[in-house]
């Protein structure tokens, strides 16, 4: 089988280099592969563990979005809407993340998204990829900084404590973290993200609880609420186009809530040993989906009817906090009201997390565009220990726009920001779909079947075009109220679209420049730097094993086995 491998590689033809003259005019010798950086000064350290790995994409599918966000959906458009919703939308996830972990696991590349759909597609969607994606984050970022302060202004109020002082403590904070090496980042991403399960663990087991009848009144509710008032809320029309139209509205948010799960194949680059830990990574994330998505949304549908006067209070009133969250709210229904206090330190937790791991997908994804040779080449500049400061640089100066908010006139600017992010971040899936399509083509048209791949999608291609379908449909009518009569608004529909110009610009602007086609089967290079990483891994798997043999003895003497074949699998 190796031989044939080897044969097929000789065969292949080199698809057009991706550098061009303006951004870098280095040499490359012959060993040399556009998107997988070997060199001292521009490699990224592997540092990440197989339990970084697992935390942080799990901690990438836990944010604001299902604490909070779920609030707004329930009151919009009823508890059924948003169980199928979240059911159908973490489903696309898994799907996406299949097709990331297929690629990956053959060629865990630097260049991350933007390498892949340059090198096994088109360097024109490469480019547009790679640059909406970090326009995706460098728009988040300052936004899951203002709401960090805005979080903390349900104990300090404003008008005692400025809440650019918060943002600043914030922004420090993750620069700091993200500057001192992937080490420490995978640790302290590690811990926070282990917040995050045990917190969402200690929701459901609550609203478990009180579902089930253990609450001060003791009255068991069960279903009660999705037959009165009811499972589907009619929203904008009347019927079932009402009923439709609220379920169809939830998928939106439902995506909002999903962005950034697939931030682990930007951490390829600096796995250990990725042909392992991110296949278990993306497996374990489709029973994590089910269980913290799925389940988290059908227990707080079961607590609060959608016509409650207090989530609709929370919803029109409180712009983030604990006071915006639906789970807060049934807490208070059901008579515990110590809940919201834990729950707002919580989602404080959340907020800081996902602005540190924002910070570091964005610097990551300028690097990659760097090292495709899709930007300039002092962003693929590293420091000893592995980091590109000039990237982070960059990114963390976006970071400062979170002052904008210090003013209460520009909330209303930042949260066109957010809907201008929900469009990037659909674009993106769309991009890495295509890009897994091109690739099944390649491999297929070049003899690479799924038993020589460390890891192959459950659906191959065919749940690449059922998820290309869904997300196209959900960006080309993401904002269909602006469409209804009596409620257009201008900037919400240009915020709502705007980044699908700017994602064909991108493209198409690329390809007259530098004449670019995409790729034919037969054409795409799926074996430059394959060597690289197959020494890698063997390197990895010698001196974990004789590291194994070594300490065999001491890891039963310190109660490690315990851990390892008992709590490990959850963490």
């Not at 609220?246 to 697939?262: I, K, Q, Y």
Request: aromatic share 14%; proline share 4%; glycine share 8%.
């Amino acid at each position: 089988m190796a031989d044939k491998v080897s044969s097929m590689r000789d065969d292949i033809v080199s698809p057009p280099s991706t550098r061009h003259d303006n951004f870098d005019d280095e040499n490359l010798n012959e060993k040399t592969v556009v998107g997988h950086e070997t060199s001292p000064e521009t490699s990224l350290h592997r540092g990440l563990q197989a339990r970084h790995i697992t935390m942080i994409a799990i901690g990438g599918a836990i944010g604001t979005g299902l604490i909070i966000g779920t609030g707004k959906a329930l009151a919009q458009a009823g508890p059924g809407s948003v169980f199928v919703s979240y059911t159908i939308v973490g489903f696309i996830v898994y799907l996406l993340m299949s097709a990331v972990g297929e690629m990956a696991a053959w060629l865990p590349m630097s260049s991350s998204f933007s390498g892949y759909a340059a090198r096994f597609c088109d360097p024109a969607l490469g480019f547009a990829l790679g640059w909406c994606y970090w326009f995706k984050y460098i728009i988040v970022c300052p936004n899951q900084l203002t709401a960090g302060a805005l979080v903390l202004q349900y104990w300090v109020d404003r008008d005692k404590v400025n809440p650019g002082v918060f943002i600043a403590v914030f922004l420090v904070t993750i620069t700091s973290i993200n500057y001192f090496g992937i080490r420490f980042f995978g640790e302290i991403e590690f811990w926070l993200s282990s917040l995050k399960v045990f917190t969402i663990i200690g929701i459901i087991l609550f609203s478990l609880v009180i579902t089930c009848g253990g609450g001060p009144s003791g009255e068991a509710i069960g279903f009660r609420y999705w037959h009165s008032p009811g499972a589907f809320r009619e929203y904008i029309d009347t019927g079932s186009a009402g009923q439709f139209l609220g379920f169809w509205s939830c998928m939106v948010t439902a995506v909002f809530a999903f962005l950034g799960t697939e931030l682990v194949g930007v951490t390829v680059a600096e796995a250990q040993n990725p042909r392992k830990t991110i296949p278990r990574a993306i497996r374990l994330t489709f029973y994590r989906i089910l269980f913290f998505y799925c389940g988290s949304v059908l227990m707080v549908g079961m607590l609060v009817p959608y016509n409650s006067e207090k989530l609709i209070f929370a919803v029109n009133k409180a712009s983030t906090g604990a006071a915006a969250s639906p789970f807060v709210v049934a807490a208070e229904v059901a008579g515990v009201k110590a809940v919201s206090q834990i729950l707002n330190g919580c989602i404080l937790i959340f907020v800081f997390s996902a602005a540190n791991s924002d910070l570091y997908i964005s610097s990551r994804t300028l690097y990659a565009l760097a090292s495709s040779g899709l930007a300039p080449k002092i962003f693929k500049r590293t420091d000893r220990r592995g980091v590109p400061v000039y990237a982070l640089a960059l990114s963390v100066s976006f970071s400062l726009l979170a002052f904008m908010n210090v003013s209460n006139d520009s909330k209303k600017v930042f949260s066109y920001f957010v809907n201008l992010n929900t469009i990037f971040g659909l674009l993106s899936w769309i991009a890495i779909l295509v890009t897994h399509i091109y690739w099944c083509r390649a491999r297929k048209a070049q003899g690479v079947t799924n038993e020589m791949l460390p890891y192959a999608a459950p659906l191959g291609v065919w749940g690449s075009y059922g998820a290309l379908f869904m997300c196209i449909l959900i960006a080309l009518c993401k904002n269909f109220e602006v469409f209804t009569k009596g409620n257009w608004d201008t900037a919400s529909f240009v915020t709502g679209y705007l980044g699908i110009p700017i994602f064909l610009v991108l493209i198409f602007g690329y390809k007259i420049v530098y004449k670019t086609k995409g790729y034919k089967p037969q054409e795409v290079d799926l074996f430059s730097g394959k060597d690289i990483i197959d020494r890698e891994e063997e390197e990895f798997l010698a001196r974990k094993a004789a590291s194994k043999a070594a300490q065999a003895n001491e890891v039963k003497s310190k109660g490690r086995w315990f851990y390892r074949h008992f709590i490990a699998w959850l963490l």
